[in-house]
């Protein structure tokens, strides 16, 4: 069943059989679909009653004010997901990142971007919450009051309760460069005050945005970002990588690691086993292939690697979550950010493919 799932996705992602794929990989959503021709990036979570749920931005294009964001479930043991429905739009603004998130206590929250101006640097963060398994949702309320700050990627819930929401301030107003004073950041929540406080910024070389955060202990976290700069494929370009020693309340500069980073979002997550996932594009100028890296030390080293996606074209913005039954969900976009796919796959199917890169 797996290898003829695989064969099937093969032959229709794309024309041609241009995306060349390791593991199997649905086609979700594309243009065909209520919102508009674009959709972009997708987010994903599992819910209390085991339903996948996904979130996305769509609208005409990128900077068009007609974009909102939308969900959509995959009802637990079915393979089909449901019609797309708006959860998020504002009159006259441009919506932008949803983020969909299941915190430890059911509730479901909804994290996305209102842009007020004509680049992402006057964008603002807003929050919903749904407490029925994203059947309906609060009204928004504000984050933070600053212009430029944005968010990407999934939170994280401490020990303590608290959440940890990566965030990232975009400077400039260049749509075809990140500032250099760009920056990532963590928003923390208290749940006995209902209040957002931000952590200090995480500064680098030619700026940094779009931090994934995982826990190595309880204190000790790591994040890796996107590297800022314009899309020219600079050789230098490389995955910068943070660290907290107190659970996220103060983070080190960002440090360019090995690994190769086209200005292209990344995903990280602690497996259920402890072993650390990374997700990235491995190139410097391609968003392609999109690459699984696995650490069975601590972040020490990721000598298991997998193309999961290759072949011509873009495979950008992975977001994944594990779900309760181990497997690991995957979302991303390509076709020029028009179309969501959906790909399944195992820790043991990385692990199964060492190689001699240990970085």
Not at 102 to 131: C, E, H, N
Request: glycine share 8%; aromatic share 10%; hydrophobic share 35%.
């Amino acid at each position: 069943m797996h290898v003829l799932l695989m064969l099937a996705c093969l032959m229709s992602v794309q024309p041609g059989g241009a995306m060349k794929t390791t593991v199997p990989v649905q086609r979700v959503f594309g243009p065909e679909h209520p919102g508009g021709q674009y959709k972009h990036p997708a987010s994903i979570t599992q819910l209390a009653n085991g339903d996948l749920y996904l979130a996305y931005y769509t609208g005409s294009g990128e900077y068009a004010t007609d974009t909102a964001v939308y969900g959509a479930r995959l009802p637990k043991g079915q393979t089909q997901w449901t019609t797309p429905a708006p959860i998020a739009d504002t009159p006259f603004r441009s919506e932008g990142n949803p983020v969909v998130w299941q915190a430890p206590d059911s509730v479901v929250w909804l994290f996305y971007v209102i842009r007020y101006g004509q680049t992402w640097s006057t964008s603002l963060i807003q929050a919903k919450m749904s407490r029925d398994g994203a059947r309906t949702w609060s009204d928004p309320m504000l984050v933070t009051m600053t212009e430029g700050m944005m968010v990407r990627s999934r939170p994280l819930a401490l020990a303590n309760g608290d959440i940890l929401l990566p965030a990232y301030h975009e400077t400039g107003h260049d749509t075809e460069m990140v500032g250099p004073a760009s920056c990532s950041l963590f928003f923390r929540w208290d749940g006995k005050l209902h209040t957002w406080a931000a952590t200090n910024e995480i500064h680098s070389r030619i700026g940094n945005i779009q931090p994934a955060v995982a826990p190595i202990t309880n204190d000790y976290l790591v994040c890796y970002c996107r590297r800022g700069g314009d899309y020219s494929g600079r050789p230098d370009g490389r995955i910068v990588r943070a660290e907290s020693r107190d659970g996220g309340r103060t983070w080190s500069e960002g440090r360019e690691t090995q690994f190769p980073n086209p200005n292209a979002a990344v995903e990280f997550l602690r497996l259920q086993s402890g072993n650390l996932l990374l997700i990235f594009n491995d190139s410097v100028t391609d968003r392609a292939p999109l690459t699984a890296a696995l650490s069975t030390d601590g972040d020490k080293t990721y000598p298991y690697r997998l193309n999961l996606v290759e072949g011509p074209g873009d495979y950008a913005y992975p977001y994944a979550i594990q779900a309760d039954d181990g497997k690991i969900h995957l979302v991303f976009t390509s076709n020029e950010r028009t179309t969501i796919y959906h790909a399944v796959f195992t820790e043991a199917e990385v692990l199964a493919h060492r190689t001699d890169t240990l970085q």
